[in-house]
C-alpha cells in the first residue's frame, strides 16, 4: 500500500525526520492516520498470519526438538520464533481455560464431588458395628478403643454430611464429650468447612475449586523462577540464571501444552489413558532437553533430571498446598 506513505517526513510517533518507508527511531510505517475499513482487514489478517506462521514454527520445534527453542533463543537466532515470555502466557492461558470450563463441568453436576453420603454412611455403620461388638464383650479396657472408634464416627458425621448448616454442626459439636470434640488443625478446618456451607450453600465447594485454579497461575509465577535457581544450582558454570529462565518458560510451555492435549484426549475418550504417560514423556524431555542445551553426556543428564524432579515436585506440592490453605482459609 504504497499510495497511503505520507508526503511529510515527520514522523507522527516521535517526531523524527523519516527518510524512508520506516521511521529510523521508533520503526513506525510513514502511513497516513486514517485507514479504510478494507485497510484495517488487511492488518488484521496479515498480523494474524505472521503470527500464526510464528506459532506453529515455535510450537513444532518445541515438541520435537527438545531445547532446541531454548539454545536458538541464547544464539541471538529470535525472529522465527514466539518470545518465551509470549508463548507461555498464551499456552498457559489455553490450558487454564480449558481446566476451568472441565472443572466446572466436573463439580457442578457430580454429586460425588461434594462427598459420597452413601459411603460415609457404609463407614459410619461399620464403625458403629465395632463398638457393638467391644461393648457386648464386657471387657474394660475396651473403653478406650470404644471412645477412638466414637470419634471416628463423630468426625464422619461432621465432615460427610454436606447439608449439615453451621448451627447443627455446633450443636453436635457441643453434645460430645470433651474428649471426642474435634479440635486442633481437623476442628479449624472442619469449622471453616461448616461455615461456607452455612454461607454459600451447596455451591461452597465449586466456589473454593474455582477461586484455587485462579490463584495456581499466580503460583506459577513463584515456581518458574524456582524451577529455574534449580537449574542454576545444578549448572553452575557457563551460564546467567536468565539463561535457565527461559529454559525454565520453554519447559513450562512444552509441559502445560502437554497437559492441554491430553485432557482433551481423556475428555474426548473419557478414558485415563493418556494421562498416565504425562509424567513420563515429561520426564523423558526434560533430560533431553538438559543434555541438548547444556552439553552434557545423556546419563549425566538424566541423572540430574531425575533430581530437578524430586525437587520441583515437592516444591509444587508445598507451593500448591499453601495456596490451598489460603484459599480455604480465606473462603
Not at 81 to 108: A, E, V
Not at 260 to 287: A, K, N, P, Q
Request: charged letters at 15%.
Amino acid at each position: 500500500m504504497k499510495g497511503d506513505l505520507r508526503n511529510e517526513n515527520i514522523c507522527l510517533n516521535c517526531g523524527a525526520e523519516v527518510s524512508g518507508r520506516f521511521c529510523s527511531e521508533c520503526g513506525q510505517e510513514n502511513r497516513e492516520p486514517r485507514e479504510s475499513f478494507g485497510e484495517l482487514l488487511y492488518h488484521f489478517f496479515s498480523d494474524f498470519t505472521h503470527f500464526d506462521s510464528k506459532f506453529f514454527t515455535t510450537i513444532k520445534d518445541l515438541v520435537i526438538h527438545p531445547g532446541f527453542l531454548t539454545t536458538q533463543y541464547l544464539e541471538g537466532k529470535r525472529m522465527r520464533y514466539l518470545h518465551p515470555i509470549r508463548m507461555y502466557i498464551f499456552i498457559s492461558f489455553l490450558f487454564f481455560i480449558f481446566l476451568g470450563l472441565l472443572n466446572n463441568n466436573t463439580f457442578i453436576n457430580n454429586e460425588n464431588s461434594y462427598g459420597n453420603a452413601a459411603k460415609t454412611a457404609q463407614a459410619i455403620q461399620a464403625l458403629q458395628q465395632k463398638v457393638n461388638k467391644l461393648k457386648a464383650s464386657g471387657n474394660p479396657y475396651d473403653s478406650s478403643a470404644i471412645n477412638k472408634l466414637q470419634s471416628q464416627m463423630n468426625v464422619l458425621k461432621l465432615s460427610g454430611e454436606k447439608n449439615m448448616t453451621f448451627s447443627e454442626y455446633d450443636s453436635l459439636q457441643q453434645t460430645l464429650p470433651k474428649g471426642e470434640k474435634v479440635s486442633g488443625i481437623g476442628g479449624f478446618f472442619l469449622n471453616r468447612f461448616a461455615k461456607g456451607k452455612a454461607l454459600y450453600g451447596p455451591q461452597y465447594f465449586q466456589m473454593m475449586v474455582e477461586r484455587f485454579m485462579h490463584d495456581i497461575p499466580k503460583a506459577m509465577f513463584f515456581l518458574l523462577p524456582l524451577f529455574a535457581l534449580f537449574l542454576k544450582w545444578f549448572y553452575r558454570k557457563g551460564h546467567f540464571y536468565s539463561d535457565h529462565a527461559i529454559f525454565s518458560l520453554h519447559f513450562h510451555s512444552l509441559a502445560f501444552l502437554l497437559m492441554l492435549v491430553t485432557f482433551l484426549l481423556d475428555t474426548m475418550f473419557r478414558v485415563h489413558f493418556f494421562e498416565s504417560y504425562t509424567v513420563l514423556i515429561l520426564f523423558i524431555y526434560l533430560g533431553l532437553a538438559l543434555k541438548n542445551v547444556y552439553k552434557r553426556s545423556l546419563v549425566g543428564s538424566f541423572f540430574k533430571a531425575v533430581w530437578i524432579s524430586i525437587l520441583y515436585s515437592i516444591s509444587i506440592l508445598i507451593v500448591l498446598s499453601i495456596v490451598g490453605v489460603i484459599v480455604f482459609a480465606a473462603m
